[in-house]
């Protein structure tokens, strides 16, 4: 079964500094991966997927990801951080053609000003 | 586009009464809806997966008697928590998914505390 790790569950960033969450999966199979952002008391909102093609994969609001096959990794960055970007974010993955989601724990970011 | 919609967005009720949470796709037809769980500050857990007209496939652990999923049509899902109890409090979301089976539609999700 696919699964997710995401390590520290709270992220604190400055505002204007980079942020950088981590995201390593464990597939059997090739994965489809995904960032989701939630703000409290609502649901997730999809910030970029990957699904086996091009490596780089950016998404809304500035952010990016990139799949790294040889390092189990699809790590979330986003160049200058924003006061909104003050929420939480999982990490997901599914296998091809199965799109049933296993999520991470979950980062909440906090943004100093 | 691609919006879900959840209702009630929260709900008190009794120990021993049932819930139903409606979960509706607005402006898509969802051939595959799924339910969440999510306690507080943790991950969301998936319940169980619902195709239209069909029955609900639940995930290991989740009791299919007490969580009732009745997926009528293309846009609607329901989830009813029987004989509720306050260890089922939690935030429950529903997302849908179309023809691009990898991408999901979260609901806003409802909020429910059983006393």
């Known amino acids: 079964a696919q699964s997710v790790t995401q390590l520290g569950s709270h992220v604190s960033v400055s505002e204007g500094a980079l942020v950088l969450l981590r995201c390593n999966y464990s597939?059997?199979?090739?994965?489809?991966l995904f960032w989701y952002v939630q703000y409290p008391n609502q649901g997730l909102q999809l910030l970029l997927k990957?699904?086996?093609?091009?490596?780089l994969v950016k998404g809304i609001n500035g952010f990016e990801a990139e799949f790294k096959k040889s390092e189990t990794s699809f790590h979330l960055t986003k160049p200058s951080a924003h006061m909104s970007d003050a929420a939480e974010y999982f990490c997901?993955?599914?296998?091809?053609?199965?799109?049933?989601?296993?999520f991470g724990k979950g980062n909440q970011v906090v943004v100093i000003p | 586009g691609a919006v879900v919609s959840q209702h009630p967005s929260r709900v008190i009720c009794k120990s021993g009464t049932s819930v139903k949470i409606e979960c509706r796709s607005l402006?898509?037809?969802?051939?595959?809806m799924f339910w969440y769980r999510q306690f507080p500050k943790q991950s969301l857990m998936l319940m169980a997966t619902?195709?239209?007209?069909?029955?609900?496939?639940?995930e290991q652990g989740v009791e299919k008697d007490k969580f009732l999923i009745n997926h009528a049509s293309l846009t609607l899902s329901t989830l009813t928590v029987t004989s509720a109890h306050p260890e089922d409090s939690s935030f429950y979301i529903c997302?849908?998914?179309?023809?691009?089976?990898?991408?999901?539609?979260f609901g806003p999700g409802t909020r429910l505390l059983v006393l």
């Open positions: 597939s059997s199979v090739p994965p489809y």
């Open positions: 990957y699904t086996s093609a091009a490596t």
């Open positions: 997302s849908a998914s179309t023809d691009t089976p990898e991408t999901q539609y």
């Open positions: 997901a993955v599914s296998e091809a053609g199965n799109n049933r989601l296993a």
């Open positions: 619902s195709n239209e007209g069909s029955k609900a496939t639940y």
């Open positions: 402006d898509f037809q969802a051939t595959t």
